[in-house]
């Protein structure tokens, strides 16, 4: 950890302000790299969006409207595996990667169209007949073993097999974005099927198995990540606020920071300060529009274990943890910035859970939190530099993927950094798009501070 009475005798490579996952992910990265680099937080790492977060790893069942970040999230997913094993060896801290994998419900579209293909599933029983106990398995088994065939009736039209094998991301350098995470290899399963495998979930019509998608404890994996970098040689900083940037005489050239600690000094910054970067810009009289989101989720302790996949729904998702846990998540709040949690959230959450899990009624109430998503008008982050000011970078922006985004977020960035190239980052999560300057007036006016 860094000592803070004599800060402004340091110098870094480069100073990162924030540690949430996204700073404490790129500490982690360019340490390793050889760079020297302090990494700043005003409170915990955890503390902030990272820390409430649910952790699934949704690179395929999230509905990424964009082609470039849905690139992002598999090759960043595809990176965690080998991540929790370095950071377990490493700090000793298990993140609780868990890989059983999702089950999303089917639409009603979905369902309807399934109903239709009935006829399809009798001969399949009527082929097994002379089969003994285990007709029902074998016969979801069946469905299984056929699902390209409601793949090209379009029952499924949410599951696709994506092929980025050409997508053109990794220019000139070693990050490695040409992964096996192509192939999504999503599956029906039956309803009597299911009721072998999740006996407590009511799931009449059926559910999409994917198994690609992992989850984890964020906390756990922010935490990680700190240590993890602090053993590779990261001075790391809690409890310092970056108050302000500091530039050299007369130019725009960064030349450190100045914190309630005393001032650091580097050519390069970078601000992972998820929904509070747009309260430092402003200091530098700058706008990057961020658009916060409240989110509020529910734990639960269950007497035995009711689930072994996540449940992924329509505004509803119930996480299987350990010690028969599970985190129902998330209410959708625009443009709200407290972290109280109402009743009528718990109401809301616990009610379309027990569309799932019926005796959801009997669990015991463990705890709630809430945190902000840090979302901006596009719902791309904000990956690269802040052009007018030379040595200023962001990565912020995640919204409410960045725990999938981290991993790969810090190596598009550690590369940017060193090389001081930014081709590989595609234009579409340059900050440069929505970077406005801003007259003293509109500061005073339009930007809302976070803290
Ligand atoms: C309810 C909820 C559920 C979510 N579920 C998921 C999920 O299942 N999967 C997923 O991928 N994502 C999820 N997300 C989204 C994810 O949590 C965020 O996208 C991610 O945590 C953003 O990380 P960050 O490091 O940018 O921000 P933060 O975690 O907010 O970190 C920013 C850090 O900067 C620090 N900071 C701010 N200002 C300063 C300053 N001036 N000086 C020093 N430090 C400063 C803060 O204290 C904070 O620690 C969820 C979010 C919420 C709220």
């Not at 860094?2 to 996204?22: E, F, R, W």
């Not at 399934?114 to 285990?134: A, C, K, V």
């Not at 505004?315 to 109280?340: E, Q, V």
């Not at 901006?376 to 993927?401: C, F, K, M, Q, V």
Request: with cysteine.
């Amino acid at each position: 950890m860094g000592h803070l009475s004599n800060l402004n005798t340091k110098h870094y490579d480069v100073i990162v302000v924030g540690a949430g996952v996204i700073g404490a992910a790129l500490a982690y990265e360019l340490a390793q790299q050889g760079v020297k680099v302090a990494l700043l937080e005003k409170s915990t790492p955890a503390a902030g969006a990272s820390g409430a977060a649910g952790g699934m790893l949704a690179a395929h069942s999230e509905h990424f409207m964009n082609a470039e970040l849905h690139h992002l999230a598999l090759y960043s997913q595809s990176l965690y595996s080998k991540l929790a094993t370095d950071l377990l060896e490493q700090t000793g801290i298990d993140i609780g990667l868990r890989t059983e994998g999702f089950l999303l419900p089917l639409t009603e579209k979905d369902s309807k169209l399934l109903h239709e293909e009935r006829l399809y599933e009798d001969q399949s029983q009527e082929n097994s007949n002379d089969q003994s106990s285990n007709t029902q398995y074998q016969n979801a088994q069946h469905q299984l073993d056929h699902q390209d065939f409601f793949r090209d009736n379009d029952i499924l039209s949410n599951i696709e097999t994506i092929d980025h094998t050409n997508t053109n991301t990794n220019t000139n350098t070693n990050t490695n974005t040409n992964t096996n995470t192509n192939t999504n290899t999503k599956k029906w399963w039956s309803p009597s099927y299911l009721a072998q495998v999740e006996p407590q979930l009511y799931a009449p019509s059926g559910m999409i198995y994917n198994p690609d998608e992992p989850q984890l404890i964020p906390a756990l994996l922010n935490q990680a990540l700190v240590q993890a970098a602090i053993q590779y040689g990261v001075d790391f900083y809690p409890e310092t606020e970056v108050l302000r940037l500091l530039y050299q005489q007369n130019t725009s050239q960064i030349k450190g920071v100045v914190s309630n600690k005393g001032n650091l000094s580097a050519e390069q910054v970078v601000l992972t300060t998820g929904i509070s970067t747009q309260q430092l810009l402003a200091k530098e009289q700058y706008t990057l529009p961020f658009i916060p989101i409240k989110g509020e989720l529910i734990e639960v302790s269950t007497p035995s274990k009711w689930l072994g996949h996540t449940i992924y729904g329509e505004g509803i998702y119930i996480i299987p943890k350990s010690d028969h846990r599970l985190w129902i998540g998330a209410t959708s709040k625009p443009n709200r910035i407290d972290t109280n949690v109402e009743i009528s959230a718990i109401a809301q959450l616990l009610s379309q859970a027990e569309q799932y899990l019926p005796a959801i009624g009997s669990a015991t109430f463990v705890r709630c939190w809430s945190g902000i998503r840090p979302g901006t008008p596009d719902e791309l982050p904000y990956l690269g530099r802040i052009e007018p000011i030379t040595g200023l970078w962001t990565a912020s922006g995640h919204y409410r993927n960045g725990i999938l985004l981290a991993a790969g977020t810090a190596k598009y960035m550690a590369q940017a950094l060193i090389t001081n190239h930014t081709a590989h980052i595609p234009d579409c999560f340059a900050p440069a798009r929505a970077l406005q300057k801003c007259s003293d007036l509109a500061i005073r006016k339009g930007v809302t501070t976070w803290n």
